[in-house]
């Protein structure tokens, strides 16, 4: 019997149709599966590059505030210095204005 009846053929072809319907579906799950594990592991890549990135910067601005910090304390020492002699300089005035106010009153 090599003739095929119009019901066998459309069940035939139906069945074919539903196994080419499955597997294109798979295929489409496949790819889409795949399609997102690409843009994830662009999206990880990304991220870790603008991390590292910024990590970067946070340690210049660190090591700058470093360096800003060292010349304040320099500075304030300087300050501090010279503030102690500017007070022992005071100190000496005025008692040199003590003795000379001393005389004025004895002349």
């Known amino acids: 019997r090599a003739a095929m009846t119009v019901l066998e053929f459309e069940a035939s072809a139906s ?35 603008l991390a590292a990135r910024r990590e970067s910067e946070l340690q210049e601005s660190l090591e700058a505030l470093g360096d800003e ?12 210095a010279q503030n102690f002699a500017l ?10 204005n003590e003795k000379l106010a001393k005389r004025l009153q004895r002349a």
């Open 69 to 80: 910090n060292r010349a304040l304390k320099e500075r304030a020492s300087t300050s501090a």
């Open 15 to 49: 069945a074919l149709f539903a196994d080419l319907q499955r597997a294109l579906t798979a295929q489409h799950e496949r790819l889409v599966c795949k399609r997102e594990a690409e843009l994830h592991q662009t999206l990880l890549s990304d991220h870790e590059r």
């Open 87 to 96: 007070q022992s300089s005071i100190a000496v005035l005025k008692e040199e």
